[in-house]
């Protein structure tokens, strides 16, 4: 079993940074990538993910439209994995959710953390 908290969101001005954070606990071992999704005021959460990261060797990916304001990274000493925003939109307001990825089989298996608000003002 994996836990998975997210924290640092809040509301920021447009064009300002900032960084939200997933510290996950438990198996963290059988963690294979993590995973930042968000869910836009009265809409479903993105099933699209904004960036991943791998566990093991750091690899990233973003989603084509945020990549260049968004930045993954992880402290693999502290078992945390972060998103640096940048140049924040209101339309980037949303929650935004941590999600340990487990694919290796027998048993995959998704951890989502309880997410973080975010709030960009104009």
């Known amino acids: 079993q994996v836990h998975v908290v997210e924290s640092g969101g809040k509301l920021v001005q447009a064009g300002e940074s900032l960084r939200l954070s997933c510290a996950a606990s438990g198996d963290v071992a059988s963690i294979d990538f993590v995973a930042w999704y968000r869910q836009p005021p009265g809409k479903q959460r993105e099933s699209l993910a904004i960036a991943t990261i791998t566990t093991m060797s750091g690899r990233t990916n973003y989603r084509d439209s945020l990549q260049g304001r968004f930045t993954i990274s992880r402290d693999a000493a502290k078992n945390t994995v972060y998103l640096q925003m940048n140049r924040l939109q209101p339309d980037d307001t949303a929650v935004y959710f941590c999600?340990?990825?487990?694919?290796?089989?027998?048993?995959?298996?998704?951890?989502w953390g309880q997410g973080t608000q975010v709030t960009v003002s104009s």
């Open positions: 999600a340990a990825h487990k694919v290796v089989p027998p048993s995959p298996a998704v951890y």
